[in-house]
């Protein structure tokens, strides 16, 4: 059954400002800091500036029992967005037919790489007690789009696609949803447009594509050559921006609010993202059970996930919660060039931080990452969830990419090593850390092999 908000509008109708079926309103939260504003600690600060590589840990974290109390999104948002995927299986099945193992549910496996941890335990020079295991979370391999963005963006897509379908009436409570096929050229009529570092763009793009849509993806000058080119192929409009990422999202957002017709995907805002990433939470909880990996106050979980403007993590780690509360420990590791989530939530400013404000160029070779200002939305949302953040410098995650390849015969990319420095550096601040410590490697299957390649001799 289709729940519909009370906030549901025709897409055409939007006002400008519009942002979301849960009522935030792009402006509301500009211009005064949204939580307590903290005096960000000297040490931090300088460590910050200086481009060093540092560990956070988050003084405003809650007990999840009263931090869920805080939160604009329950439970029952991520259920909605979990049904909705559901629905549309079949139609991603018959798009898609790489989909058939899963039944058109996009899911991404989970496995262990004790040689990596061993490598890392040696290298660090830490006796092995035998206490923790570490696994690999290989949304890099999720299909469709190849990266963790697979979950979020081809889920505001499908949203969005299925609000169109109900005001036109060719899509009714109970149908089978495969049958959207049909009205490729009904959607090609639709525009959907979105900023992004190269991976967002992928995701939005390739599923735009396949369902119709005119789409076009405005690059910011992070993006990888591959990643444009590939969008092409595809018959994506690719606009290319000598700006970063916050300038590239501003100008798609104000070229899409110009035609009625077209729909932006706002990463800076976007709940519809947020959630999507969230469903990730239950369908991790049930890859563990299926492993017999107990999560418990004994047993607790750690996850290491790499942020640029943070939908991705924060909606991860939303959803993590919300399955194993105060069992689970998340770490958020980003570049230190563009720190944005760090100066946004140990500042308390949120998206009214940025990184050059802090002398850093936002500049980093982790694509992915290069976002010098974090949303809004997620930083008020992780202001009580997040454990802590660590950030990396670019070299390291070449060494975390040859690691990976030489000890377990797979390859993500750049964006992705990031999470081996959380691991890495819990380990070195903490020592051993009994329980299951994963590492969310977000991106990479659908690198070329020339560009592989180049990567690893980096
Ligand atoms: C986008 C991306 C992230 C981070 O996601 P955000 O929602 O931008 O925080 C991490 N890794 C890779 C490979 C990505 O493409």
């Not at 029952?76 to 039944?103: H, S, V, Y």
């Not at 989970?110 to 020079?125: V, Y």
């Not at 092409?232 to 700006?243: A, D, H, L, P």
């Not at 943070?310 to 780690?317: L, S, V």
């Amino acid at each position: 059954m289709l729940t519909r908000s009370s906030t549901f509008l025709d897409p055409l109708e939007r006002p400008k400002n519009f942002i979301d079926n849960i009522g935030y309103e792009r402006t509301a939260d500009f211009g005064s800091p949204f939580f307590e504003v903290l005096k960000m600690n000297e040490k931090l600060k300088e460590q910050i500036c200086r481009a060093e590589e540092t560990f956070w840990e988050n003084p405003s974290l809650l007990p999840y029992g009263e931090a869920r109390e805080k939160l604009r999104f329950q439970q029952k948002d991520i259920k909605e967005a979990a049904d909705r995927l559901k629905r549309f299986a079949p139609l991603i099945l018959k798009l898609f037919p790489e989909t058939e193992k899963e039944k058109g549910m996009i899911e991404s496996p989970l496995r262990e790489i004790e040689a990596t941890r061993e490598e890392i335990h040696h290298r660090i020079g830490i006796q092995s007690v035998g206490a923790e295991r570490l696994l690999l979370k290989c949304d890099s391999h999720l299909a469709i789009a190849g990266s963790v963005k697979a979950r979020g963006g081809i889920y505001e897509v499908l949203k969005h696609t299925e609000e169109i379908a109900f005001q036109n009436n060719f899509l009714k409570p109970g149908d089978d949803y495969a049958k959207l096929e049909q009205y490729k050229s009904f959607f090609s009529d639709y525009t959907i447009q979105v900023g992004s570092t190269g991976n967002l763009g992928m995701s939005i793009g390739i599923m735009s594509a396949a369902l119709g849509y005119h789409a076009v993806v405005h690059m910011s000058m992070d993006a990888k050559n591959w990643k444009k080119q590939l969008l092409r192929s595809k018959g994506v409009i690719v606009r290319e921006y000598q700006t970063d990422y916050s300038k590239a999202v501003e100008e798609g957002r104000r070229q899409s609010d110009r035609d009625p017709k077209s729909y932006f995907i706002d990463d800076e805002h976007s709940a519809d993202l947020y959630l999507g990433y969230a469903v990730a939470g239950e369908r991790l909880m049930k890859q563990l059970a299926s492993m017999d990996i107990e999560v418990s106050a004994e047993n607790p979980l750690y996850v290491y996930l790499p942020c640029g403007v943070g939908g991705a993590p924060g909606g991860i780690t939303f959803g993590l919660k919300e399955c194993f509360g105060d069992h689970v420990h998340c770490y958020f590791v980003e570049p230190t060039q563009a720190p944005c989530m760090l100066v946004g939530l140990a500042s308390g400013e949120g998206e009214n931080a940025c990184v050059q404000d802090y002398g850093l160029t936002g500049k980093t070779e982790a694509d992915g990452l290069a976002v010098p200002r974090p949303s809004g939305l997620v930083a008020k949302e992780m202001c009580h969830l997040v454990s802590g953040e660590a950030t990396v410098s670019d070299s390291k995650l070449y060494d975390y990419m040859r690691l990976l390849k030489e000890k377990e015969d797979f390859i993500i990319e750049p964006s992705a090593c990031a999470a081996f420095e959380g691991y890495c550096r819990l380990l070195k601040e903490k020592g051993t850390q009994k329980g299951t410590h994963i590492l969310w490697a977000t991106g990479g299957s659908l690198m070329p092999n020339d560009v592989i390649q180049e990567y690893l001799r980096k």
